[in-house]
């Protein structure tokens, strides 16, 4: 939430600046969200100009314009502390950034400068170029956002030839195009319009360039022709390791050159082709490469069209290749022929740890194929498997496999619809699985008799730390059952339970379990109707609890009254951290009993409050403690 200091705060603080000279370790000064108004940014500018220790300014949300720029730019040429100085997120123009352009000249001590959603557009970028040629200190520089063109773009490459400090420039998010992409060589370039014949000039660079190891062209317009020059370059680049190309339609005939380049290019570690329309053909191709390619570990095909018959392909290479550690094939279609060829690859292959196949069609038998391939892979931690069509057979056959696996630690089942089912047949594993850390189960229809079977493996797990159980169908029944298993269990650090129906009384039954429990970090209840006697139970729970961190209560029916016992419970409790009260009924004496505790309460950052019955009175003295006290307040 944005607040005021005012003017007479930045000169007090000015002040205080003034008198403050010695300091051990570096000094911080975070004004983001407040704003100090023209006076005092000349207040704290002449103090800067002679403080010894300052070393961090942010002023990000700070509605400084050219004219403020100005001020802070007369500092930067006489401060010689100040390291990182952040002014994102203002109304810096053009003429703000020259000014700021002209201290760096001279400055030698600034290294981080963020700039981002200003509106500094080509001018501004040519100013900051003019800088960077003479400027031998700033490493990092955050452009994000600025309205840059083509013309900005090509003059701060121009500077980048020279200038041999800059590490970061960041340039998301702005309109560089093609053209401007000619002569860019060491940027993150998401999203900037670039088409394939801006590729070529970028693929002339990377040719020669020894320094860059990530490159990021997702959402462009570069399609297979740009894919096929930046297969050249894979050829002889030795230096790149992260290549991203999502979004960008280089469809099989992209995917074939790219295939090619990673045949004899030894360095390339992580290649994204998410979103691309690459077919079997493509997916081929890349398997091919695989057999030989000694680097490659991550290789992302997200959302394409692989198919059966390009999983196939990937599956025999699987058998032989021996450094691919994650394959991402979620939605693509490779229905349960595809799956039945990755449980193959599977029963040999030694190094895969993740295996992403969510939405891809896959039924009973591909699934039964992969659990037999689970009994004895002995690499595979991570396991996929949302939205597919698996049913009782295949549920039954990968209970059956966690019972012996002994690596999986992270499954995901949500949206197969197994009902309680799946409690059933998981919770025997679970009693016996020695592994499995993360289980989530959402939008499974398991209701409360699924919720008892869980609690009751809860009762003997001792590994399973997260379980996600939102849209079940869990009543006040499931929540009694689970909150007893949360009395004895020792190792469950984060519950979720959101849009469920465990209303009061699963409300309370979980309050006197956090009671006792002493590892549970994380509580989400949201949209329960638990009301304020739920509230009012959690409440008292907090008094005394003190390992919960996080605590979601949106949309539960809370008024007043609940909001009123819970900031009770924030006077004493010295942990929470994070309370989010969104969608509710919580009025001005809520607000202000919530606002009343935080003059106290020291250990709570995050209050979400938004979307309540607060009127004037509740949100001025919500804005007074978040002034007074630094916290994150959202209204």
Request: hydrophobic residues 40%; negative net charge.
């Amino acid at each position: 939430m944005s607040q005021k200091i005012g003017t007479e705060g930045a000169q007090a603080l000015a002040e205080a600046l003034k008198a403050l000279k010695t300091i051990e370790g570096p000094a911080t000064l975070d004004l983001q969200d407040y704003g100090i108004g023209n006076d005092g940014d000349q207040a704290l500018s002449e103090i800067l100009k002679t403080n010894l220790i300052l070393t961090t300014l942010d002023l990000q949300r700070k509605e400084i314009g050219d004219d403020e720029a100005q001020v802070l730019a007369e500092t930067l040429k006489t401060n010689l502390t100040l390291i990182t100085l952040n002014l994102g997120i203002n109304q810096i123009g053009s003429e703000g950034a020259q000014v700021l352009s002209e201290a760096l000249k001279t400055n030698t001590t600034v290294t981080t400068l963020n700039l981002q959603s200003n509106s500094i557009r080509d001018n501004g970028a040519q100013a900051l170029s003019e800088a960077l040629k003479t400027n031998y200190t700033l490493t990092t520089l955050n452009l994000q956002n600025n309205s840059i063109g083509p013309n900005g773009a090509q003059a701060l490459a121009e500077a980048l030839k020279t200038n041999s400090s800059l590490t970061t420039l960041d340039l998301w998010g702005n309109s560089i195009g093609s053209s401007g992409a000619q002569t860019l060589t060491t940027l993150d370039l998401l999203t900037n319009s670039i088409e394939s014949t801006g590729i070529l000039a970028l693929a002339e660079a990377l040719r020669t360039n020894s320094t860059l190891t990530s490159l990021s062209l997702g959402n462009n317009s570069i399609e297979g022709n740009g894919a096929q020059v930046l297969s050249e370059v894979l050829k002889i680049n030795t230096t790149l390791t992260t290549l991203n190309l999502q979004s960008n339609s280089i469809r099989d005939d992209g995917a074939q050159a790219l295939a090619e380049a990673i045949k004899t290019n030894y360095t390339l570690t992580t290649l994204d082709l998410q979103s691309n329309s690459v077919g079997p053909n493509g997916a081929q191709a890349l398997a091919v490469a695989l057999k030989t390619n000694p680097t490659l570990t991550t290789l992302v095909l997200r959302t394409n069209s692989v198919g059966s018959n390009g999983t196939k392909a990937l599956s025999d290479a699987l058998k032989t290749n021996s450094t691919l550690t994650m394959l991402d094939l979620w939605g693509n279609s490779i229905e349960d022929d595809g799956a039945q060829a990755l449980a193959e690859a599977l029963k040999t292959n030694t190094t895969l740890t993740a295996l992403y196949l969510q939405d891809n069609l896959i039924g009973d038998s591909g699934s039964v194929a992969l659990s037999e391939a689970l009994k004895n892979n002995s690499s595979l931690t991570t396991l996929y498997l949302k939205r597919n069509s698996i049913w009782y057979k295949g549920l039954l056959a990968f209970s059956e496999a966690f019972k012996t696996n002994t690596t999986l630690s992270i499954l995901d089942l949500r949206g197969n619809l197994f009902k309680d089912k799946i409690a059933l047949e998981l919770s025997a594993a679970l009693k016996t699985k020695s592994t499995l850390t993360t289980l989530d189960l959402q939008f499974n229809l398991i209701g409360d008799n699924g919720a008892w079977v869980l609690s009751e493996a809860l009762k003997t797990n001792f590994t399973l730390a997260t379980l996600d159980l939102q849209n079940n169908l869990i009543g006040p029944n499931g929540a009694q059952a689970l909150a007893e298993a949360l009395k004895t269990n020792m190792t469950l650090t984060t519950l979720d339970l959101e849009y469920n129906s465990i209303r009061e009384n699963g409300g309370l039954a979980l309050a006197e379990a956090l009671k006792t429990n002493s590892t549970l970090t994380t509580l989400k209840l949201g949209r329960n109707s638990i009301g304020d006697n739920g509230a009012q139970a959690l409440s008292e729970a907090l008094k005394t609890n003190s390992t919960l961190t996080t605590l979601d209560l949106v949309a539960t029916t809370i008024g007043d009254v609940g909001a009123q016992a819970l900031s009770e419970a924030l006077g004493t409790n010295s942990t929470l951290t994070t309370l989010n009260l969104q969608s509710n009924s919580i009025g001005d004496d809520g607000a202000q009993a919530l606002s009343e505790a935080l003059k106290t309460n020291s250990a709570l950052t995050t209050l979400n409050l938004q979307y309540n019955l607060i009127g004037f009175n509740g949100a001025q003295a919500l804005r007074q403690a978040s002034q007074t006290t630094k916290r994150d307040i959202q209204l």
